[in-house]
């Protein structure tokens, strides 16, 4: 079992940029594939990026392409969404989540959540 624990989120002004970190407790977080996700109130939780266990592969939403990024450091058991330009529709709520093996885009997919943390873009 891996805890994960994001930070990063706060109010920040259309264009703007935030990183979200993603801190997992335990020695194995190297061996997981890790995605963040977000979800508006009422909304059901969608994909924005995902990672594999040495950061070779990556895969992003359409939405996130080109402006959001995402890394790991494995030393430090830590990920991050790099979220650059960013747009009042990426208000949300951000969950990192971890499962193991290969990077999949689905919620369902994912074994281990985070609490979130949230991101306001004002207009």
């Known amino acids: 079992q891996v805890q994960l624990v994001e930070s990063g989120g706060g109010l920040v002004q259309a264009g703007g940029s935030l990183r979200l970190s993603c801190a997992a407790s335990?020695?194995?977080?190297?061996?997981?594939?890790m995605g963040w996700f977000r979800q508006v109130s009422g909304k059901e939780r969608e994909f924005v990026a995902a990672i594999n266990w040495n950061g070779a592969i990556t895969k992003y939403a359409d939405s996130a392409k080109g402006r959001f990024t995402i890394s790991r450091d494995n030393a430090w058991n830590t990920g991050y969404l790099q979220m650059n330009s960013l747009k009042p529709e990426d208000t949300a709520v951000y969950y990192c989540a971890v499962r193991l093996y290969t990077v999949k885009t689905q919620e369902y997919e994912y074994d281990n959540w985070g609490q979130g943390t949230q991101v306001t873009v004002s207009s």
């Open positions: 335990g020695r194995t977080f190297g061996t997981y594939a």
